[in-house]
């Protein structure tokens, strides 16, 4: 593969995550956009295309979601599209403004991700039924927690996993989140908290489960000579990956992510990591809910099939461990405003790679970061490997 | 990170200030129906089950048997022509235990469903549901066999099977 120019990440913003925003798509998009251009000195004129995530139009209600949001998004005038491939949006995202950097085509990409989940009544969860297959799921009923009930359940019995230990997760990035400005649920809860909370669908209660939200986060890149001219302390992405596993999810083995293990293997690849798990300062994998942090902990290689657990309640994770895992609070404590979290954790890694995550900021100066998303019907993970 | 973001943008509101009217909003509910033909491979399947029986395919390719049944081969991507007639027995792959109805509201009963994966196939199986159990006694690798609907009573359609009970174990 020929990548013509390196990208640097050379700005970012994001705005509040909330159950319900008074601002509508548009208007959070312009915010976090607005924050994102301020943090690096650039105006919008010096944006030459636009990359915009959103996840389904049914949350909105609103077709073309991606030409309604291209105004609030900066796009006006300008070579725009919009990708969508369920939660892996956020990262994906970013995968899509770096290949239009790094093809040469373009000297600057604005990654603009949004989402407004409140708007759909009476839950978003409605909308989300329409994964399931029309003709032979559907008629059963489903719920959208049932698949990862299903996949936590296969998961948990594989390896013999205690509930306790994947409730760990949940405390620990709602404590984490407490330290996010733009936090929607950071809260210090109990192990026996998380334990206690009501059965939605065992293994899965609700402590388990990231928020509803709205919010909007925005990105900037740029090709390396022009990132130089920008800032000081550009942050690289260095390898980007994502694959996808086959829609028939009732014929595979849901106990290991094998398509988040083909995206990291592409992205470390591209990024000259060889070792993940000594190379690897810290991470933010997708986190909806606790278990799958884990889950895409060992997807990402950055740990044996079955350990990740282990390495968590061992404090391995916590933000001054050896694999500080989601730093930021990630979903289950920033909140889930599906494409936008992904993005927020693009954000986190900027950061913490410019030693700028104040309150949050992982000790020991980290160099190399992954993060990752994860999503469509547990089928997708998109990968990207930044460097400071 | 950025000074501005200490204070990140965005205003949080409350149900409450909707019911008030603090804030406006604007309804719409879409009335929108859909009928969607089965296709070759599903509709195979659904004319299966009217009969009682579960239809897979195998791969001439890869010999993979798979239910449901499909008309090409994801891996090989090639065209798939053996139908087979599968049992109508299996084991639990996953499961769990819904106390969540479809649209969220609360059971009193709970739910069970479950991917069971179909004897003669090559680990594939299908999602469904789990009846006449006791939740605590089901585990992944329990053996089930399905519970048809009445011959009469059957439509083409998933649910012509009604659940899947846990059965003994034959070789
Ligand atoms: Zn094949």
């Known amino acids: 593969m020929q990548i013509k120019k390196r990208v640097a990440v050379v700005g970012a913003g994001m705005t509040k995550f909330m159950r319900r925003a008074q601002?509508?798509?548009?208007?959070?998009?312009?915010?976090?956009?607005?924050?994102?251009?301020?943090?690096?000195?650039?105006?919008?004129?010096?944006?030459?295309?636009?990359?915009?995530?959103?996840?389904?139009?049914?949350?909105?209600g609103v077709h073309m979601k991606g030409e309604y949001l291209l105004d609030g998004a900066g796009a006006w005038g300008k070579p725009y599209s919009r990708s969508f491939v369920g939660g892996g949006t956020g990262v994906f995202s970013l995968i899509h403004g770096w290949w239009h950097v790094a093809s040469g085509l373009f000297d600057t990409c604005l990654v603009v991700a949004e989402e407004k989940m409140s708007s759909c009544l009476p839950h978003p969860q409605t909308a989300f039924l329409t994964i399931f297959d029309n003709m032979i799921e559907r008629p059963l009923g489903p719920n959208l927690i049932w698949i990862f009930a299903l996949e936590m359940q296969r998961y948990m019995q594989t390896y013999k996993i205690p509930k306790e230990q994947i409730a760990q997760v949940a405390v620990k990035n709602k404590r984490n989140a407490l330290d996010h400005p733009s936090a929607q649920i950071a809260q210090k809860v109990t192990l026996q908290d998380v334990l206690n909370s009501e059965v939605m669908a065992y293994p899965v209660q609700r402590l388990d489960i990231s928020p509803v939200s709205d919010g909007a986060c925005a990105i900037v890149l740029a090709s390396e000579d022009v990132a130089r001219k920008i800032t000081d302390s550009p942050v690289w992405i260095d390898g980007v990956g994502w694959n996808l596993d086959t829609t028939y999810w009732t014929n595979r083995d849901l106990y290991f992510p094998r398509y988040v293990a083909n995206a990291a293997r592409m992205a470390y690849a591209m990024a000259g990591v060889r070792n993940p798990r000594k190379e690897i300062d810290f991470a933010e994998p997708y986190d909806p809910f606790d278990y799958k942090e884990l889950h895409h902990m060992e997807g990402l290689l950055l740990c044996r099939k079955g350990e990740a657990p282990k390495l968590t309640a061992e404090g391995v994770t916590e933000r001054d461990g050896n694999l500080p895992v989601c730093p930021s609070g990630g979903l289950l404590g920033v909140g889930n405003p599906i494409a936008a979290a992904g993005l927020m954790k693009i954000c986190e890694l900027f950061w913490q790679l410019r030693g700028e995550a104040g309150k949050r900021q992982i000790p020991g100066d980290p160099r190399t970061a992954v993060a990752q998303a994860w999503g469509d019907l547990m089928q997708i993970g998109t990968v990207v490997v930044m460097r400071g | 990170m950025s000074k501005h973001l200490q204070k990140p943008p965005g205003v949080p509101l409350r149900e409450e200030d909707f019911e008030a009217q603090r804030v406006l909003s604007v309804m719409y509910r879409p009335k929108m129906r859909y009928s969607w033909a089965t296709g070759v491979a599903i509709g195979r399947f659904l004319k299966g089950l009217r009969a009682g029986k579960i239809i897979g395919t195998q791969c001439a390719h890869c010999r993979r048997i798979v239910v449901p049944p499909r008309v090409f081969c994801e891996w090989c991507f090639r065209p798939v022509n053996d139908w087979v007639d599968l049992p109508d027995t299996g084991i639990i792959n996953t499961f769990s235990v819904s106390y969540i109805s479809t649209d969220t509201t609360k059971l009193k009963t709970p739910i069970i469903p479950a991917v069971i994966e179909i004897d003669g196939t090559t680990h594939a199986g299908f999602l469904h549901v789990i009846g006449e159990a006791k939740p605590e006694t089901l585990k992944i690798g329990t053996r089930v066999k399905a519970v048809w609907a009445e011959s009469t009573k059957r439509r083409g359609s998933i649910t012509d099977i009604r659940y899947f009970k846990p059965a003994e174990w034959k070789p």
């Open chain 1, 23 to 60: 601002e509508t798509g548009k208007e959070l998009a312009f915010e976090a956009v607005r924050q994102a251009l301020d943090s690096c000195n650039m105006r919008i004129e010096d944006i030459q295309s636009v990359a915009l995530g959103s996840a389904p139009d049914a949350f909105d």
